[in-house]
C-alpha cells in the first residue's frame, strides 16, 4: 500500500439498506457468500425484532474510500435470546469484508461492531480463518462441542466413493466407484437400521414452514429450559430467520407429533450451492420431551427422503453435544473445518463469565448467521 493511499484514509459510517449492490460487490470480491437483495434486506425489514429496535439499530457498518466507493463492510443483524426469565438483545454480525488496498482499516469496523449500545450479547458463528485471530482476542469460543467437526451420512454412495478414490489417485476411478459403492452401502445399511423408530403414537410430519404449533412449543420449551442460554424460537422468528431457504425450497422442517402436539422437530437445509457434492445439513433439533430419544425418528425420516431425492450427504456441524447425541452415534463418518467458526461475548461482565459455564449452552448452526442463506 502507497504512503498515498495511508494519508487518505476511508471514513468509516452507518450502512444503509439502499446499498446492497456496492456491499454484496465487497463481500463477493473477499470470497464471502452473498444474499440476494430481498433475502438481505429481510434480515431487517421481516425481522420480528425490528419494529421495536428500527429506531436506533445499525444496519452496519462501512469503510467508504476518498472517492465515494465502499471498501469495507461488516452487517449486524438483531435477534433475541431468553436466560433465566430474561430477554437478551444479540448482536448478530455478518460479512466482514475490506477490499485488499484498505485491509488497514479492518479493525475500524469491528470497533464499532463491539462498541455498539442497547446489545446485551454478541454472537458470530460463520467466523473464518482471517477473521479469527482478532475475533478470538475480542470474544470467546463457545465453551461446549466440536465445532470443527461435522459427522454425517452418506445417502448417495458412488459420488462418495469416487471422492475417496481420487484422493488415493487410482486409476479408473470412475469405473471402480460401482463395487466401491456397493461396498460402503452394504455396511452403511446395516449400520443405519440400527437407529430406533419413531416412539409409539408419534407420527412424523414433513413440513415447509412452520405453522402455528410452534409457538406453544416454544414456550412449553423456555418453560423447561430456564437456565439454557436460547434463542427465539417462535414461528414469527423461526419463518423469518429461514426466509430464503423456504422461499426457494431448500428446507425441511421434520416433526414428531403425538395427540396433535408438537414433541420436537429438526430443521434440514440444503448447504451445496456450487458443489458437485448435493449435502443437506441438521441446522437445529429441539424437543420438549428429552427423556425420548425423538431424533432418532426424525433423522430417519430425513435420511429416506434424502436417498429420495438423490441427496449424497446429510451432516451435522458440531461434535459432542447430548441434545444431537443420537446423530453422532450412528453418522458413520466425519469431516473437518479449518478453524472454529463460533464466538460470543457478553456485555455484562458477570453474564459474560457465568456463561463460560458449558451446561448453560444448546447451540446450533440456528444461532448467529450460519443459516440464513
Known amino acids: 500500500m502507497s504512503t498515498a493511499t495511508l494519508t487518505r484514509s476511508p471514513r468509516i459510517r452507518l450502512a444503509t439498506l439502499d446499498e446492497y449492490d456496492q456491499i454484496s460487490r465487497v463481500e463477493w470480491q473477499n470470497s464471502l457468500g452473498s444474499l440476494q437483495e430481498s433475502d438481505w434486506r429481510d434480515l431487517w425489514l421481516k425481522n420480528p425484532v425490528w419494529p421495536r429496535v428500527k429506531d436506533h439499530w445499525p444496519v452496519g457498518w462501512v469503510l467508504e474510500s476518498v472517492d465515494g466507493r ?173 426466509t430464503g431457504p423456504i422461499r426457494r425450497h431448500d428446507l425441511w422442517v421434520v416433526a414428531a407429533v403425538r395427540d396433535g402436539l408438537l414433541r420436537a422437530w429438526c430443521v434440514i437445509k440444503r448447504q451445496d450451492p456450487g458443489e458437485a457434492m448435493r449435502r443437506m445439513r441438521l441446522i437445529d433439533f429441539q424437543t420438549v420431551e428429552p427423556e425420548v430419544d425423538h431424533l432418532a425418528g426424525l433423522l430417519r425420516a430425513a435420511l429416506a427422503r434424502c436417498r429420495r431425492e438423490r441427496y449424497d450427504v446429510l451432516e451435522h456441524l458440531g461434535a459432542g453435544l447430548p441434545q444431537v447425541a443420537t446423530f453422532e452415534r450412528h453418522a458413520p463418518y466425519r469431516r473437518g473445518l479449518a478453524c472454529w467458526p463460533f464466538y460470543y461475548r457478553a456485555v455484562d461482565p458477570a453474564l459474560d463469565a457465568e456463561l463460560a459455564n458449558p451446561e448453560l449452552w444448546a447451540p446450533s448452526t440456528y444461532d448467529g448467521d450460519s443459516s440464513y442463506e
Open 70 to 242: 465502499i471498501v469495507g463492510t461488516l452487517i449486524n443483524v438483531p435477534s433475541l435470546y431468553q436466560f433465566r426469565g430474561r430477554e437478551l438483545l444479540c448482536a448478530n454480525g455478518r460479512g466482514w469484508a475490506v477490499d485488499v488496498d484498505h485491509r488497514a482499516f479492518a479493525l475500524a469496523l469491528m470497533g464499532e461492531y463491539f462498541g455498539q449500545a442497547d446489545v446485551d450479547l454478541f454472537i458470530n458463528t460463520t467466523v473464518g480463518p482471517n477473521a479469527a485471530p482478532l475475533i478470538s482476542q475480542l470474544s470467546d469460543r463457545i465453551p461446549c462441542g466440536d465445532f470443527q467437526t461435522l459427522p454425517y451420512y452418506a445417502t448417495s454412495h458412488r459420488r462418495l466413493a469416487i471422492k475417496g478414490l481420487n484422493k488415493l489417485r487410482l486409476p479408473c476411478a470412475n469405473l471402480l466407484s460401482y463395487p466401491a459403492a456397493a461396498a460402503i452401502g452394504l455396511v452403511d445399511r446395516l449400520r443405519l437400521s440400527r437407529i430406533p423408530s419413531a416412539p409409539r403414537g408419534v407420527t412424523i410430519e414433513m413440513l415447509d414452514h412452520f405453522d402455528a404449533r410452534f409457538d406453544p412449543f416454544w414456550q412449553e420449551l423456555v418453560a423447561r429450559n430456564p437456565n439454557i442460554l436460547l434463542s427465539a424460537r417462535d414461528s414469527a422468528a423461526l419463518n423469518w430467520h429461514f
